[in-house]
């Protein structure tokens, strides 16, 4: 069973970073194309952040980028979410999850059970 857990989340200002932690169990996480999910209240889930297995290529909501950056460390077996200039509306539990490829993850495609996700929270 593919098991994802999501760490890093917070309270921070507008305008502050935040470094999410997506770690891998029982499985190699370089085999697959992992994806950051996020939900906010009210709200339908929608995929941030997307890369892929072997070129590393990413895929990104347009809301986020230029903000934020996923990259993977295959050594530690875990892959990140780097958040910098959060707003307000990046406030959301956040969910990581493997996907088929990066143009179907960003679309909200995944597969294999939801974790616990990670609340960021963007407030003054």
């Known amino acids: 069973q593919l098991q994802l857990v999501e760490s890093g989340g917070g309270l921070v200002q507008p305008g502050g970073s935040l470094k999410l932690s997506c770690a891998a169990s029982g499985f190699t996480l370089d085999r697959y194309t992992i994806g950051w999910f996020r939900q906010a209240p009210g709200k339908e889930r929608e995929g941030v952040a997307c890369i892929s297995s072997g070129d590393g290529r990413t895929r990104y909501l347009d809301s986020v980028k230029g903000r934020f950056t996923i990259s993977r460390d295959n050594a530690k077996n875990t892959v990140y979410l780097h958040m910098n200039s959060l707003k307000p509306e990046d406030t959301a539990v956040y969910y990581c999850?493997?996907?088929?490829?990066?143009?179907?993850?960003?679309?909200?495609?995944?597969?294999?059970?939801w974790g616990q996700g990670t609340q960021v929270t963007v407030s003054s």
């Open positions: 999850a493997p996907s088929v490829n990066v143009d179907l993850c960003i679309a909200d495609a995944h597969f294999g059970s």
